[in-house]
């Protein structure tokens, strides 16, 4: 079956690194836009960052822009999200998805299950 499962979550201070991961499996990543959520409590969720299959252009929030980088590797089926820099604003379940469609005109057709991030001293 389709599926996308994010790891590498976790409990982190403000000012620290964390590096998200989005493997896939069921089909192959490379024709896909793949897409970075996050949903606080009480929050709608936000679109994060965003990179393109074949081109590799990618998009990222205003809140994350400089502070994040998403990234893919084909050959393990997996797309990244670098975060440094956290902020307790970036506590959140972030999720990946996955689009046919590129990402200026996503159709995200797969959601994995979320991975926690919580920023907190």
Known sequence: QLQLVESGGGLVQPGGSLRLSCAASGFTLDNYAIGWFRQAPGKESEGVSCISSSDSNTYY????KGRFTISRDNAKNTVY???????????AVYYCA???TPC???RYAYWGQGTQVTVSS
């Open 81 to 91: 999200l670098q975060m440094n820099s956290l902020k307790p604003e970036d506590t």
């Open 61 to 64: 929030a205003d809140s994350v």
């Open 104 to 106: 200026y005109r996503p």
């Open 98 to 100: 996955a689009s046919m």
